[in-house]
């Protein structure tokens, strides 16, 4: 459950700072630093991605989502689990091109 909570948290963080930038390469850029700053806390995980997904172009009032995945051994089995999380937001400062 609290490696649920982390990438939740982190989708959320991702999100929420790509969503103002104002080009898709900055938002990126955010989206992965402050998503990792929270990922710091997860514990033991094996992997994690990090990806943001345009719906439409990077224009103010089209959406973005922000995924995280992360894959971390279970304690009892230590078999691998996957867990993913994911926020969408509305772009706020997209700049439109012509």
């Known amino acids: ?26 938002a990126v850029y955010m989206a992965n630093k402050f ?4 990922l710091e806390q997860a514990l033991y995980f094996e992997h994690k991605q990090i990806e943001l997904i345009v719906k439409g172009g990077w224009s103010q009032g089209n959406h973005v989502e922000a995924r995280v995945s992360i894959t971390f051994p279970l304690l009892g089995s230590g078999k691998s689990y996957t867990v993913e999380e994911s926020y969408s937001m509305m772009i706020e400062n997209g700049r439109n091109r012509g």
């Open 35 to 38: 998503a990792e700053k929270e």
């Open 1 to 26: 459950m609290y490696q649920k909570q982390k990438a939740l948290a982190a989708s959320y963080e991702a999100g929420r700072f790509a969503c103002v930038q104002p080009n898709y390469g900055l």
